[in-house]
C-alpha cells in the first residue's frame, strides 16, 4: 500500500507540535510506559491501523516485552501473560476505542475496576493515550500510511 499523502500533522507543524506535547504530558504520569503501548497497540489492532500496531510491536519489543505477550494482545483475555491492571486497561481501551457499539461504552462496574488499579491522573492519562491512539489511527487510515515507515 502507497500513502495518499503525508502524515497531516507533518504537514501542519503547529498540529504535530501539539499532538507530540499531549503525548510527552501522558508519557510523563507514574502508569508503566508498556502499560501505554498496550493500550495504543490494541486501540489500533481494533481499528486496524497497521502503521501503528507495527509501531507500538517495535515499542514494546525495544522495551523488553516477551514475544509471548507481544504477540498475545489481540487475545489477552485467554492469555496468561498479562497482569490484572494491564487487563482493566486493554478493556478500556477496547470499550473506549468503540464508543458506538453500546449506549454506555464504559459503564459503571468497568470504570470501578479501573479505579481499583489506577488513580485519577493515571485514569486521565489511559483516556487521552486511548484518543491519541484513535487519532492516529484514523490519520494513518485516511492517508493510507504503510506499515514500517518512520517520519
Partial sequence: MEARMNNPAML????????????????AVDIPAQTLELVHMRSSQINGCSFC?????????????????????????EAPWFTDAERVALEFAEATTRVADRGDPVDDELFKRVSEHYDEEQIAALILMIGLSNLFNRINAVTRQPAGVTF
Avoid at 12 to 27: C, E, G, Y
Avoid at 55 to 74: E, F, I, N, P, T
Fill in 12 to 27: 501542519l507543524p503547529d498540529a504535530f507540535k501539539s499532538i507530540q506535547a499531549l503525548l510527552k504530558t501522558v508519557q
Fill in 53 to 77: 500496531v507495527h509501531y507500538s510491536a517495535r515499542q514494546l519489543k525495544q522495551g523488553g516485552m516477551s514475544d509471548d505477550r507481544l504477540w498475545s494482545v489481540a487475545a489477552w483475555r
